[in-house]
């Protein structure tokens, strides 16, 4: 890739500002996570609530980027953004100076959470605008990337909840949130040829288009992977092996951090060989080693090793997915990534809860990873069916200059 025309192709600042709004966004998304140790024990939960405690921000933010896609589209990424951040900062500021003191206020909190989870439907369209199709892995991998913000939450808030208490990491949390939250409002920009707003009914058309729904498929094995093993290792690493919350949180954040890093890895990839062989590559090794770690490894960093080879595949493959989309979906992007984000974030409240239930009912998590290694399989398969049809006919050398 030609770094000079890249730089000159689209708008700079505002991919700096889609990255770390995003970046900011996802940290406090799965905040519960990181904080579910502390949280469980104090509150006396088990394996189950443990579970859909960590997965209800992720389901909530699947449904909300629906939401959020559709706002995209009638009001523009930046002050669909806005809306969605003001909302998120204020639910943190009400648990921190309020306190939370049961699951059910938890569950509250994980609610409002989800809006930042829908940040994804705002961050990539807002990057995704500026580029013409032959960038368009890179710059959706580079502002996709925000995803490393989960990594920030696994490093930073067990530590900071061992010595302040995990209800004022909370507030802890509204400090950096705050000031990229400024950032963004300074110097992002909507893009000059944003399309015009649709009826709302006509948001609806897209899902009769078979390629969306294989789309929100393959996006919820890749990203939900990713999302659910970040909310979920710091309580497996715990559980599992026994690690304090801080070292578990380290043991998650070395996970998610590769993931996250590899994403415009993915992009730049896909961008110069294709997002189908990318992709394709990709299922298969994360399907391979979420196998292997269902067998419960007998030492953590055996694990720790398993899982970060399956979150570079899953990092790469949702940089891949979104090399794709917006060749075949440009001038609906805006809806189209609220609805692949949301079969992402689907994907991960799956994998998240699906842990938990596991090991409340067999002691075990191994059949939680031995089902989402099969949907890898599938997804792989699934993929080898179209890709035929999609490179003769949207993604035909003659019709696009991007690699498909």
Not at 62 to 81: E, N, T
Not at 133 to 139: I, L, Y
Not at 216 to 233: D, I, N, P, Q, R
Request: glycine share 12%; hydrophobic share 55%.
């Amino acid at each position: 890739m030609d770094r000079k025309a890249f730089l000159h192709a689209g708008h700079p600042p505002t991919l700096l500002a889609a990255f770390l709004y995003f970046d900011l966004a996802f940290m406090v998304w799965v905040l519960l996570g990181p904080l579910g140790v502390q949280i469980a024990a104090d509150l006396g939960l088990d394996h189950a609530q443990k579970g859909f405690m960590v997965a209800l921000p992720v389901l909530a933010g699947a449904i909300l980027r629906f939401v959020m896609g559709v706002l995209v589209d009638h009001l523009g990424p930046k002050r669909s953004g806005a809306v969605g951040q003001l909302i998120v900062i204020g639910a943190l500021a009400a648990a921190w100076w309020f306190g939370i003191t049961s699951y059910h206020q938890v569950l509250l909190l994980g609610f409002f959470l989800g809006f930042a989870g829908a940040s994804f439907a705002v961050a990539l369209p807002l990057a995704s605008r500026w580029y013409p199709p032959e960038h368009q892995g890179t710059a959706l991998g580079i502002a996709g990337a925000g995803n490393s913000g989960t990594a920030l939450a696994a490093l930073f808030a067990p530590g900071l909840a061992l010595a302040f208490g995990w209800n004022n990491v909370f507030g802890l949390a509204l400090i950096p949130l705050v000031l990229v939250f400024v950032f963004y409002l300074v110097v992002a920009r909507d893009a000059p040829e944003c399309p015009p707003p649709k009826p709302l009914a006509d948001y609806f058309k897209v899902l009769k288009d078979r390629d969306a729904w294989w789309f929100m498929f393959f996006y919820a094995v890749t990203f939900g992977g990713f999302v659910g093993l970040a909310s979920s290792l710091t309580i497996y690493f715990n559980t599992q092996y026994g690690l304090d919350a801080k070292t578990a949180g380290y043991f998650t954040a070395a996970c998610v951090f590769a993931g996250s890093v590899v994403r415009p890895i993915g992009g730049a990839v896909a961008d110069r060989i294709g997002g189908i062989r990318t992709l394709s590559a990709m299922y298969l090794i994360a399907a391979t080693f979420l196998a292997l770690v269902s067998f419960a490894p007998a030492a953590a960093w055996m694990a720790l090793a398993g899982f970060v080879a399956a979150m570079l595949a899953l990092g790469m493959g949702n940089g891949a997915v979104f090399q794709l989309v917006p060749q075949r979906f440009r001038r609906e992007i805006g809806v189209m990534t609220g609805l692949v984000g949301m079969a992402g974030g689907i994907g991960g409240f799956y994998l998240a809860s699906s842990l938990g239930y596991a090991r409340q009912a067999s002691g075990s998590y191994q059949a939680g990873f031995l089902v989402f290694a099969a949907l890898a399989v599938f997804a792989l398969l699934g993929l080898t069916l179209v890709k035929a049809r999609w490179r003769t006919t949207w993604g035909a050398a003659h019709l696009t200059s991007a690699r498909i």
